[in-house]
């Protein structure tokens, strides 16, 4: 089965931006000062991004959101295999705005180091169940 070529680009694109957001959270981390409010919003980005290339895989259609658990109920719906690790990253959701303001306390390099290897486990979950010329 011939897959779209169009389909196929909007996944990677998706994707690679999830690549590029877990590449900053490290970045972010690794930096002295690290910036570990920084971290926390690409790791939230990063399964974000990792979930609607997921759906844009299978051709589902979703809203502009930033709910982990919305995007994980629905690519739950395709593969409830996924279910483990898009339900366990349900948490990062708040980070798609929490500490971008000031007034809030940062989070410890421990809660970044978690949030990261988290959201690595949901794109390399997502990577796994992808035809490999989707995969970026």
């Not at 680009?9 to 690794?30: F, M, Y």
């Not at 989070?107 to 970026?136: Q, T």
Request: charged share 25%.
């Amino acid at each position: 089965m011939r897959l779209d070529p169009v389909l196929v680009e909007n996944t990677r694109a998706w994707l690679l931006k999830a690549a590029g957001d877990l590449r900053a959270a490290e970045v972010d981390l690794g930096v002295d000062p690290p910036l570990l409010d920084d971290a926390m919003f690409h790791c939230q980005q990063a399964v974000e991004k990792s979930m609607k290339g997921f759906l844009i895989r299978h051709d589902r259609p979703f809203r502009r959101t930033h709910s982990l658990a919305e995007l994980a109920a629905q690519c739950g719906e395709i593969d409830a295999s996924l279910g483990d690790a898009l339900s366990a990253a349900g948490y990062l959701t708040n980070y798609a705005w929490e500490y971008r303001y000031p007034g809030e306390p940062a989070p410890d390099a421990d809660e970044v180091r978690r949030a990261i290897a988290l959201a690595r486990r949901v794109h390399a979950e997502v990577l796994a169940r992808l035809p490999s010329g989707m995969r970026p």
